[in-house]
């Protein structure tokens, strides 16, 4: 924060809504939460325009959703293996993959939500 008052920044009487810091407006006119790494558009108040944990909470999202789809082709290749085993010790072990698979996948969607 002490940099960016350095830097021409102003300390506002507004608070950052996420965590109640004072807000800083830049020098080029944005409104800054130093704490949470936050700039805030003036003629929306509170709304965020550049946010670090929005992107990461963005490629979460992405990663989930490729990690769902890998997950679903090998659940896929497995059932189609399953139907081609004759053993019943590889249709356990691909029986218990499979499950293993389905959790993680219960545990993905829960994450989405």
């Not at 805030?40 to 946010?51: L, M």
């Not at 789809?69 to 290749?77: A, Q």
């Amino acid at each position: 924060m002490g940099k960016l008052l350095r830097k021409g920044a102003a300390i506002l009487d507004k608070a950052c809504p996420t965590c109640d810091t004072p807000l800083l407006r830049l020098p080029e006119g944005l409104l800054y939460c130093a704490k949470c790494n936050v700039r805030y558009s003036e003629e929306k108040e509170g709304t965020a325009i550049e946010s670090a944990s929005a992107e990461r909470s963005l490629r979460l999202k992405e990663v989930l959703a490729q990690l769902t789809s890998k997950i679903l082709v090998s659940i896929d290749c497995l059932c189609q293996s399953l139907r081609e085993q004759p053993h019943l010790e590889e249709i356990k072990t691909f029986a218990a993959i499979a499950k293993d698979l389905v959790e993680t996948l219960k545990i993905i969607r829960s994450i989405q939500t």
